[in-house]
């Protein structure tokens, strides 16, 4: 059983008279265990598929499934982990008042939470900001509490909105290394970027999206051919199906 | 699992639907039956620190006083003695913050004057809504009216009435019932100057001239009459029996002529000249 | 249940300490020092008047609540995808419209009970060298029953406003229809009253039938306003508020059930 399965999913936006066709029939899996780069350009649809993975929208057709789980029918969210393109928080709260929620809304107990937290915490070098209110927060640390969100309950599957986006070196560098750690334990991660070099280095499989529609899914050595990069790859994809659309 | 949740709060929307209307028609009910529900909420701030607070608002709060206090007097079949204080107080109120407003003082003359008692108030109130409008002859009348009518203030009245009728495109109605007032109340003379000037009017109708004219010869006839009475009784200490006597004693070559009558009418226990019977 | 009471913990934790919130309690406690002033300006019944403003008061800075701080929360929350955090966890929308009702709703009954002790304690003193003239019948159980009711009565306003929040897709539309429904609730009922009793309308029985509907649609919020039973100490009919109380929240309950079908409709784009 797939951790993740798209199966023909199709979504059309209404904007007033004008419709906007965001996903066509896509269909994708993503195994278990593996660490699953999703990439296209802005507007491929990327960020409708993971709303509809998510169950924040719905699909106009096709099922989406977490293993096994029918999102929109069944439960599904107490197995993932997930971190938003921007998180946005309650300003308010403190950091750890932030993770505390997220553990009980996760059904976490008590005890555990506070365990997590510490490990967590200190994984993204946020230790010392625990106690800070999160409108005190720069922007690679409210990225990197996202993801101690997502990180908190010990899920089996994670789902990342353009994790790197906005980050320095350094917290590019930590994220790939918690990416990497959740590899090592056998999590799936499911991430989609921009950011071609990370997206090389980390995954086993890639995926990429335009104009809705599924180009390529396979090990990223499969479309580089010998000597070119990945961008190489990527761009001559993308111009290929562009031209074929226009022909 | 989704379709029984839907069901479920679809159950409880009905559920809650029917205690919402059970419960509205009951509060609905009591309301108008504890006479709760028309109960004038009229603070008793004085007029003039609710224009501060009112601020820009100050016409917008006029007007909903004015609504306020018409709903509690259409909603009431009896009103006591303290409710008509605060309808009173109400129409005060809206008048301070908006004087100009004609709803105001037409709901004051229907209601307050007619339903509530208080013809002094209304006429009070009336006062400031003409002082502000002094195109609209409807508040003088209203107020001569009352003063008329409910107070019996002839003198008043007629002064009134003469004031107002001065104004464009009041009917000559009001000159002559002012004209007619002030012998009741001992302005003869200040009618007849006033109906006098009335007359220079260019845009004056023939109708309406020959009405003036009509009722200043009554006037002027009474006040012969009225000069020669109050002479006869300095000299002898009583008012003459009739006004034929005021002849007879050389008082007067002739009696003067009434337009409206063959004679003019005269009491002699109060010497009371008129030139009509009523009254 | 624990997650709607979770929702409703965060939401009160994050509005608590929301600067606005200062905002409007210091502007309630210097209203109340106006009290002591305003209070002074009349000569007669004391009492009345000191009640009357601060349980106004007490009325404005919830109203201030809900429209400024509880529809522009909630709508953050849609539009800046702080739910997504939220909802990607276990935890249903349901849950989350009945947890982020609970919350807000904790705030006003702090803010009521807060501004409303402020505003006895402002009574007290306007009234306190003037003993004589406070009503003869005035008595603190009116006075917070006054104050319960007007609370029910703000929470019935917050319960429409989440209802339009959920229903729009803009906070400023959202705030419009829910100013628009206080102002509606607040006057259907002496609306109706003249149009019924008045004979200019009686021949209009369409202006009578859109009132009469408005009637049913919009709470009566009058029905809540016992500020002036409560100045001047009169009797309350118990059979009454029993019935205004049940209305008040099976309104509540209609509003937010109607909230939640909406909600789980909605795509969260």
């Known amino acids: 059983m797939a951790a993740i399965d798209f199966d023909d999913i199709s979504k059309t936006f209404r904007h007033g008279i004008r419709r906007q066709r965001a996903l066509k029939g896509m269909s994708l899996a993503i195994h278990r265990g593996e660490i699953f780069g999703f990439l296209g350009p802005n507007g491929a649809g990327k960020s409708t598929a993971i709303k509809i993975l998510l169950n924040f929208i719905r699909p106009d057709s096709g099922t989406v499934r977490v293993e096994g789980l029918v999102v929109g029918r069944d439960r599904f969210q107490h197995r993932i982990g997930y971190l938003p393109e921007t998180p946005c928080f309650y300003e308010n709260l403190s950091g750890l008042e932030t993770l505390w929620f997220a553990g009980k809304a996760s059904g976490m107990d008590g005890q555990g939470i506070k365990e997590n937290t510490h490990q967590v915490l200190s994984r993204l070098d946020l230790k010392t900001a625990g106690a800070w209110p999160v409108r005190t927060y720069s922007k690679g640390m409210k990225q990197r509490l996202g993801l101690a969100m997502a990180l908190i309950h010990d899920p089996q599957i994670y789902i990342l909105d353009e994790p790197m986006s906005g980050l320095d070196p350094l917290g590019r560098r930590l994220i790939t290394d918690v990416i990497l750690d959740l590899r090592k334990q056998g999590k799936t991660v499911f991430f989609s970027s921009h950011i071609l070099s990370d997206v090389e280095r980390l995954c086993d499989r890639i995926g990429i999206l335009d104009k809705g529609e599924l180009l390529f899914s396979g090990a990223a050595s499969e479309i580089v051919q010998d000597g070119s990069s990945l961008e190489d790859a990527f761009v001559r994809l993308i111009e290929e199906h562009e031209k074929a659309k226009s022909a | 699992m989704k379709h029984k949740g839907t069901v479920l709060l679809l159950f409880s929307l009905g559920m809650l639907l029917l205690s919402f209307s059970t419960s509205h028609l009951a509060v609905k009910e009591r309301r108008e039956n504890l006479g709760i529900s028309y109960s004038l909420d009229i603070d008793s701030f004085s007029a003039g620190l609710m224009k501060v607070f009112a601020g820009e608002f100050k016409g917008l709060l006029a007007d909903y006083l004015v609504l306020e206090a018409g709903a509690f007097i259409g909603g009431n079949e009896y009103l006591s003695e303290e409710q008509w204080e605060k309808v009173a107080l109400a129409f005060e109120q809206s008048l301070r913050l908006d004087p100009y407003f004609q709803q105001t003082y037409l709901q004051v003359q229907g209601d307050l004057t007619w339903w509530g008692e208080m013809p002094e108030k209304a006429i009070s109130l009336l006062d400031i809504s003409r002082k502000h409008r002094p195109w609209d002859w409807y508040p003088g009348y209203y107020m001569g009216f009352d003063h008329y009518y409910f107070l019996k203030d002839y003198a008043r009245a007629s002064e009134v009435f003469l004031d107002t009728a001065k104004i464009k495109g009041a009917p000559v109605l009001l000159a002559v019932l002012g004209g007619r007032l002030a012998v009741k109340g001992g302005r003869t003379e200040a009618a007849i100057v006033l109906l006098e000037s009335m007359l220079g009017d260019p845009e004056l109708q023939e109708a309406d001239k020959k009405e003036i004219k009509e009722r200043m010869v009554a006037l002027q006839g009474v006040l012969v009459l009225e000069n020669a009475v109050k002479k006869y009784k300095d000299h002898r200490g009583a008012y003459p029996p009739s006004l034929e006597t005021l002849v007879d004693e050389g008082l007067l070559h002739q009696l003067p002529e009434n337009p409206y009558a063959d004679h003019f009418f005269f009491n002699h226990e109060d010497g009371h000249v008129s030139f009509d019977e009523v009254g | ?269």
């Not at chain 3, 349980?55 to 849609?78: Q, R, T």
């Open chain 3, 1 to 269: 249940m624990h997650k709607i009471l979770l929702i409703a913990w965060v939401t009160f934790k994050d509005s608590i300490r929301n600067k606005a919130l200062y905002g409007i309690f210091f502007f309630g406690l210097v209203l109340f020092a106006a009290n002591i002033i305003i209070t002074a300006m009349f000569s007669w019944e004391l009492g009345k008047v000191a009640v009357d403003v601060g349980l106004s008061v007490v009325s404005f800075a919830g109203l201030v609540i809900i429209f400024f701080l509880s529809i522009n929360l909630v709508s953050n929350d849609l539009d800046r995808k702080t739910i997504y955090l939220i909802l990607s966890r276990p935890v249903g929308k349901l849950q989350y419209i009945l947890g982020k009702y609970t919350g807000l709703g904790l705030i006003l009954l702090l803010s009521s009970s807060v501004l409303g002790a402020c505003a006895a304690l402002s009574v007290e003193m306007a009234t306190h060298n003037v003993k004589g003239y406070v009503p003869m019948h005035f008595s603190w159980p009116t006075f917070f029953l006054g104050l319960t009711f007007l609370t029910l009565s703000l929470l019935v306003v917050l319960a429409i406003a989440l209802l339009w929040v959920t229903v729009t897709t803009h906070p400023f539309t959202a705030l419009l229809l829910s100013l628009f429904s206080y102002f509606i609730g607040q006057n259907v009922e002496t609306v109706k009253s003249i149009i019924i009793t008045s004979q200019m309308y009686a021949e209009n029985p369409m202006l009578t039938r859109v009132v009469e509907y408005a009637s049913w649609i919009f709470p009566n919020l009058a029905a809540f306003d016992l500020k002036t039973t409560a100045a001047y100490g009169l009797s309350v009919d118990a059979g009454y508020l029993m019935w205004v109380a049940a209305y008040g929240f099976s309104y509540i309950g209609v509003c937010l059930v109607m909230s939640i079908l909406i909600f789980q409709r909605r795509q969260l784009a």
